[in-house]
C-alpha cells in the first residue's frame, strides 16, 4: 500500500473515530440530562411530600372542591349519585379550606356547604322532537293516504327498499314522475301552504326537474330493473352475462348517439328471458 493510500486510509480512520466519539458524547449529554430530570422529580416528589406533611397541598385540594358551588349536568342516572358524593367530599373538606371554621354558626355552615345542581333540559326538547317527528309523519300519512289518495282512487307508489341499493333512484323517480301532478294538486289544495312546500310545487312543475325523473326513470323500465331480475335468476354466473353485457354494450353506444328508441320503448333484453314490468308507471313513462 502506497502512503498516500495510508494517508486515506488514516483519515476514514480518525473520521469513523471522531463520528463514535461524537455520537459517545451526545449519549453522555443525553444521559446527562435524563439523570437531572430524574432528580428534579425526585426534588418535587420531596417537595410535595413536605407540603402534605404541614398541611399545604391538603388544604389547597380542600380550597378547590370547596371553590365547587353549583353542577350542570343531564338527566342521567348516574348524576345525582356523582353530585351526592361531591357534596359529601365538599362538605367533609370545608373545615379544612376555611379557617376558624368550627366558630362559624350553624347557619353559616349551612349556608357555605349548600350546592345548586341544575340539569341541562336540552335532552328532553332533543327526545320531544324525535316523538313529534314520528307523529307529523304519522299525520301526513293520514292525510295524503286518506284525504287525498283515498278520495281519488289512487295508491302511493313510492316504497322503501331493503337491502337493494342498485334499483332504489331509478325506481322512485319513475313513482315522482308518475305522482308529481298528484303532488302539485295535493300542496295547492292546503289552506295555507309554508315557503318548503311552495317550493316543491315549483320544482315538481319545473320541466327539466321532470325530464330528469322521467330519464331515470325509463332507465329503471328499461335497464336496471331487468338487469336486476336478471342477476336474481337461479344459476346465474358472471360467465353466463357475457353476451347480456355485449348487448348492453351496443345499446348503449347507439343510445348515447340517438336515444329516439329508447324513449319509445325499446326493450333492451329479451322479454321471453327477462320480464319488463309494463305497470302504471311504465305507462306514464312512455
Not at 317527528?133 to 278520495?151: G, P, S
Not at 301552504?193 to 315538481?204: C, F, R, S, T, W
Request: negative net charge.
Amino acid at each position: 500500500m502506497s502512503l498516500q493510500q495510508n494517508k486515506e486510509v488514516g483519515k476514514i480512520n480518525i473520521n469513523i473515530s471522531l463520528m463514535e466519539m461524537e455520537e459517545k458524547s451526545k449519549q453522555l449529554n443525553k444521559d446527562k440530562q435524563d439523570l437531572a430530570e430524574l432528580k428534579v422529580l425526585m426534588n418535587e416528589d420531596v417537595i410535595t411530600t413536605e407540603a402534605m406533611k404541614d398541611g399545604t397541598t391538603e388544604q389547597n385540594f380542600a380550597k378547590l372542591i370547596a371553590s365547587l358551588k353549583t353542577t350542570m349536568s343531564d338527566h342521567g342516572p348516574i348524576n345525582p349519585s356523582f353530585n351526592r358524593e361531591l357534596k359529601t367530599m365538599r362538605e367533609d373538606l370545608l373545615p379544612v379550606a376555611i379557617e376558624n371554621w368550627h366558630n362559624l354558626s350553624e347557619d353559616s355552615k349551612a349556608q357555605i356547604g349548600s350546592m345548586s345542581n341544575f340539569y341541562c333540559k336540552m335532552h328532553l326538547i332533543v327526545n320531544l322532537e324525535e316523538e313529534a317527528k314520528k307523529a307529523l309523519k304519522t299525520f301526513e300519512q293520514i292525510i295524503i293516504q286518506e284525504t287525498y289518495l283515498d278520495n281519488y282512487g289512487l295508491k302511493n307508489l313510492m316504497i322503501s327498499f331493503i337491502g337493494n341499493r342498485v334499483n332504489i333512484l331509478c325506481y322512485n323517480t319513475a313513482a315522482v314522475y308518475y305522482h308529481h301532478h298528484h303532488i302539485v294538486d295535493l300542496i295547492q289544495s292546503l289552506p295555507n301552504p309554508n315557503q318548503l312546500l311552495k317550493a316543491i310545487v315549483a320544482d315538481a312543475q319545473e320541466k327539466a326537474y321532470l325530464a330528469g325523473v322521467r330519464a331515470l326513470g325509463i332507465i329503471g323500465k328499461t335497464v336496471t330493473g331487468p338487469f336486476w331480475r336478471l342477476l336474481s335468476r337461479s344459476g346465474s354466473n358472471i360467465l353466463s352475462l357475457n353476451d347480456h353485457l355485449l348487448n348492453m354494450m351496443i345499446h348503449f353506444e347507439r343510445w348515447s348517439k340517438d336515444a329516439s328508441s329508447l324513449l319509445e320503448g325499446e326493450t333492451l333484453f329479451n322479454e321471453d328471458l327477462v320480464e319488463r314490468h309494463k305497470d302504471l308507471l311504465y305507462e306514464d313513462l312512455f
